[in-house]
Structure formats: structure tokens, C-alpha cells
């Protein structure tokens, strides 16, 4: 009895490292492509391109953007563990099957195929930690799970190193093949978790559910989740910029080539990453016991550190100046990015929280989509860090509009 009762008050903290693992190989299987154009242009010409290549990107935003609404409303109303399973399994065999591609066509539609069923995951992923995690740890929780995220995305910095030393073909096999094994040990090991209100939504009791339509409709009738898509959109386009163009700019402005630029971008921004997260994760925590704002307050201070960030990234020089700007970035990112569910779960309840945060995935990731194919077209002009400047001048509005308008009244909407 006493080994259960420990197991049971220490499964939440089990649950965020296993979907850590999921985290850490979503974020490295996308990423990856982003640093090995240099060496799968050799064997695919038409990556020599720069707007190819933006394409290529873009290709799996539009997609995983436009999915995520509906991944959501899926994940309220069905299993998330089965959800989350099938979604590693699907985007890691897309993975081993990248290694065999021939032509851009095979690439541009398996990146497409990657973003729907990687779009299934995240909406799955933080509402199920948010069940497990109310009250005092979920800050902290929902910012140690996104540490998998930027982790992948250092670890995915390293893919043009790995193509160097192997090749192209044999790296995508081999991450793979891992995600494919891991999906497989999920199924043991990972347990749903259904708040009192989603019970009641299983429990054959047609008076509570809630169709597809009309809980979108709940959603976009609340003004404050209107103002939580605009600052979540606003700072994805710095976001998503640092993940597909950042290793791109390092390398132009250091003069250094992309197996070193590569792992020096996405490592300085995953470590920076993963200081803000530790900082802002327990801030939030305490401060929102104080004042109901506290959440909101210390998003806030990570999008101030944001700014200047972006403007040194865009019109500083040398190495000094990237590094520099690279961790206040991450520091800013990490300390909003652990807070954006729990803010979420102060104005929408339980049983919508996937779906809204599936629109907030769609809404950022579009908005991604259509940042990271305009900094294509600046960087074949050679404006790319021009645009990461202008970046920083979006981020201080979306900080101005965050503060002055959330005013939540509890912590837990119900």
C-alpha cells in the first residue's frame, strides 16, 4: 500500500519526464533539416536554393499550424495517451523515411505528413500535464517538460555535424528508429489522467458533453483567450525565426560554417532556454499565490527580455554580440514559454484546454509560416538580421498589450 501511495504522488513527476522524452524528439526530428541543407544539397540540388528551402520549412508550419485546432478538439474528447503514442510513432517513421528520399518532392511531402501528426502531440502533452499538475507545481511542470523542446532543438542543431561525420541519410535513420522504439515503451508506461469534469464528460452523460463546434465557440467568445492568441502569435514569429533561420544568421554574421554555426545557435538558445524556464517556472508559482497576476507579470518580464535580445541578434557583430544576444533570448523565451498553459488555465476550463490551445498552436505557427518564408526572401537579399530587428519592435507590443489587458480572477478555471 505504501509503495502504491508513493508511486501514485510521484506518477505526476513521472508523466513530465516521459513526455520530456517526446518533447526532447519532437522538436530534434523537425529541427534537424534546418542545419543539414549543406549536405543534402549535394544529393538533392534544388535545397541550393534559399526560397526552396524556406519552402520546404514553411511547408510543415502551414501544416502542423492548421491541423493543431482540430488535434486539439481530438485530444478533449479521447484518449491522450493513445493520441501522444500515435503521433511519435507516425512523425519518427516519417524520420527513418527521410533518410531514403531521392528528390525535393519526397522531402517537401513527407515534412508535410511530419506536421500533421507532430501537431497532435503538443495540445495532448500540456493538457495532460496541466491534469496532473493544478495548483502550486504547474508552472514549473508545463517549463521542465518544454526543456525536452529546446533540448531537441540543440540536439537537432548537431544535425549538419552528425551528416558531416556520417551522412544525411544514415542520421535520419537512426533518430528514427529511436522515436519508433521509445512510442513502443510509452504504451506501458503511460497512463491517462481525467479531471473530475472530463470524467463526468466520458460517463455516457449527453448533458455534459460539449460538441466540436460549440466549444470553439465558447472559446472565441472569450475576450481574454483573443488576447492570449495575439501575444502567443506575436512572440511565435521571433520563435519559430530563432528555430529555422537563427543557425542561418550565425553563420553569415560569424563567417563560420554550418556544422559549427548550427550547434553554437541552437545550444546557446536551449541552455538560455532552460535558465528562463528555471527561473520563471518557480517564479510564477509563488508569485501567482500572492497576486493572481503573477503568471502574466513574469511572461511579461521574459518578453522584456526579449527585445533587446533581438535587436543586438539583428544589428550586433561578432561573436560576442550573437552569443550575448542569444541568451537573453532564450532566457526572455523560456521564462514566457513556461507560462503560457497556466495562463491558458486561468481562463478556460479543463475539458477545452487542448482545443484552446490547439488554436493558439495554429495561430502561432501560421504566423511562423509566414515569417519564415519572408526572412527567406531578406536572407537571399542579405537583410536577415534587418528582420530580426524588426522582430524585436513586434515583441514590445505584444508585451504592452499582455500586461495591460489580462486581469484573471482565479488560477483554475472550472
Known sequence: MKKDSRLAKAYPWIVVALLWVVALLNYMDRQMLSTMRESMQI?????????????????????????SPFAGAVADRISRKWLIIS???VWSAVTLLMGYCTTYNQIFWLRALMGVSEALYIPAGLSLIADYHAG????????IHMTGLYLGQAVGGFGATLAEAFSWQQTFHWFGIIGVTYAVILIFCLHEKRQPEREAQTAAEPVQKVSVLKGFGMIFSNIAFWVILFFFASTSLPGWAT???LPTLFAESLGVPMAQAGPISTITIAVSSFIGIMIGGPLSDRWVKKNIKGRVYTSAIGLALMIPALLLLGLGNGMAAAVSAGLFFGVGYGMFDTNNMPILCQFVPSRL??????IMNMTGVVAGAVCTQVLGRWAEGG????AFAVLGCITAIALIVQVTVLRPVTDDMQ
Open 87 to 89: 503521433s511519435l510513432g
Open 353 to 358: 484546454r487542448a482545443t484552446a490551445y490547439g
Open 243 to 245: 528555430k529555422n533561420w
Open 383 to 386: 537583410n536577415l538580421g534587418l
Open 136 to 143: 502550486k507545481s504547474r508552472s514549473f511542470a508545463v517549463g
Open 43 to 67: 544529393d538533392i540540388t534544388e535545397l541550393e536554393s534559399a526560397v526552396n528551402f524556406g519552402r520546404l520549412m514553411a511547408i510543415f508550419l502551414w501544416i502542423y499550424g492548421l491541423v
